[in-house]
């Protein structure tokens, strides 16, 4: 069993710079928790932190109710993959395997048993003989991966273990990181900087700009209700649409502006008093839909770019005075670059958020 809890741990090098600030986390047991941010955003530094790599400059880490600031890495319970694979290459892949058993003075029947047992799991039988200048990426991070179990930790860590891989093989490598983890049921962070790899992996997301967490949720809580506008930038793509926007109301009616053209919200739909200040608005690409000519909520915009992936299709815009704007629609759309379009965007979609802050102004519908 793995309880983590950070508490206001920060990373300050000798330079002053700053790679973690106020850090405050807790990670529950057996979840699969993503790392996500750009790079050096802090996320790498946050993992090696819980590892032992790197000391915390302030602050505290706690594994299962244990402070853990002062403990050696090799004493934490804990097993660690890196982009790299870090294999030794002049080791054959059984020994590879076994080594941190060997380190512990395990046995070598109890070492041959074990590596049996994982190998089986990742479907390494057959390439126990072989080195691993002679594997492909994806069988060398099975090798990995199985080096990181055979110890069976309380913790796993991984830093980017996919990220040499071409796509194909990082879709499978995921669903077996899924799998193996739901499987043994070991507390488990990841990162990376794929937003693909953290909506469609984490139990829960942590997302990290310059150090700091700016939103930790579900990947439903983090779509749908980002907390700020770095994250409703970072999380989804196509991109979600953020405009400069104001709030206007006649006669109980409530209007958004979007360049020269007006979104209704609705007459009860809109909770306005708690909007101060310069607002932005932001709607994901799905939650604006093709309209008629003759609809009265109708924006005209002109197609600039069309992306028909077969299953779906994006759909760039521009307009005259208007922002441009991203759409996604079903593969059958029959548009084309060069075609002006009427489009309607959803108001219940519509988020809202502080120009000067970025912090997302919350339920403001009613």
Not at 140 to 157: C, D, E, N, S, T
Not at 197 to 225: C, D, H, K, W
Not at 336 to 346: C, D, H, S
């Amino acid at each position: 069993m793995s309880d983590i809890s950070l508490v206001n741990v920060c990373k300050t090098y000798k330079n002053g710079y700053s790679a973690v600030k106020d850090f405050n986390l807790d990670i529950r047991d057996k979840e699969l928790i993503i790392f996500v941010g750009p790079s050096g955003c802090g996320k790498s530094t946050t993992l090696r932190m819980i590892a032992g790599l790197e000391e915390i400059s302030s602050g505290e880490l706690w594994i299962d109710n244990c402070l853990m600031n002062m403990v050696e890495p090799k004493n934490r319970d804990l097993s660690m993959v890196f982009q790299n694979y870090a294999l030794y290459p002049n080791m054959k892949v059984k020994d590879n395997i076994a080594f941190p058993l060997k380190m512990q003075h395990i046995g070598k029947t109890e070492r041959e048993k074990r590596v049996a047992e994982v190998a089986q799991k990742l479907e390494l039988d057959a390439l126990l003989e072989r080195k691993p200048g002679a594997l492909s990426g994806g069988q060398r991070q099975r090798v990995a991966l199985a080096r990181a179990m055979i110890r069976k930790p309380g913790l796993f860590l991984m830093d980017e273990p996919l990220a040499n891989l071409d796509a194909k093989l990082r879709t499978e490598m995921r669903r077996e990181i899924i799998t193996l983890q739901r499987e043994l049921g070991v507390t488990t962070i990841y990162v990376t900087h794929d937003q693909t790899e953290a909506m469609t992996m984490g139990t829960r997301i942590a997302v990290i700009s310059g150090g700091v967490l700016q939103q930790f949720g579900t990947p439903q809580e983090i779509y749908r209700n980002p907390a700020n506008l770095f994250v409703a930038g970072f999380i989804g793509s196509p991109n979600m649409n953020v405009w400069d926007t104001e709030l206007i109301s006649n006669n109980g009616q409530h209007y958004l502006t979007l360049g020269n053209a007006r979104i209704p919200m609705g007459k009860s739909g809109l909770d306005a008093r708690g909007l101060q200040g310069p607002i932005k608005a932001g709607i994901r690409p799905e939650h604006i839909v093709p309209a008629a000519p003759d609809d009265p909520h109708a924006v005209r915009m002109k197609i600039s770019i069309l992306e028909n992936t077969g299953r779906e299709a994006a759909v760039f815009l521009t307009g005259a005075d208007i922002p441009d704007m991203t759409m996604v629609t079903g593969a059958d759309f029959s548009g084309r670059a060069g075609q002006e379009v009427y489009i309607r965007l959803k108001p219940e979609k519509i988020l809202l958020f502080n120009t000067e802050t970025g912090c997302a102004y919350g339920d403001v519908y009613v």
